[in-house]
């Protein structure tokens, strides 16, 4: 069984409301050093068997229709063991 593991972000050009709330709660708690938070999503995704590069380039297909929205957002996709 092989794992695939999707990262969502905003692309860096659009504003990130949640990832700026997080940096101030941040700076309130006391957290020195942070420059700047951006919040986005993962998926895990279990495949039945080998992640052949049929299966994957249908997630990579899912990743890019379903999982993300290609106006505001960009993914990285990787093959875990």
Do not use: C, W, Y
Request: aromatic share 4%.
């Amino acid at each position: 069984m092989a794992r695939v593991v999707v990262d969502v972000m905003l692309k860096p050009e659009i504003l990130d409301p949640q990832g700026k709330a997080v940096h101030g709660a941040l700076d309130r708690l006391g957290f020195e050093g942070v420059a700047s938070v951006r919040q986005g999503k993962r998926f895990e995704i279990e495949l039945d068997g080998m992640a052949t590069p049929e299966k994957v380039a249908e997630i990579e297909r899912a990743a890019s229709t379903l999982l993300s929205n290609p106006v505001i957002e960009d993914f990285t996709l990787r093959v875990e063991p």
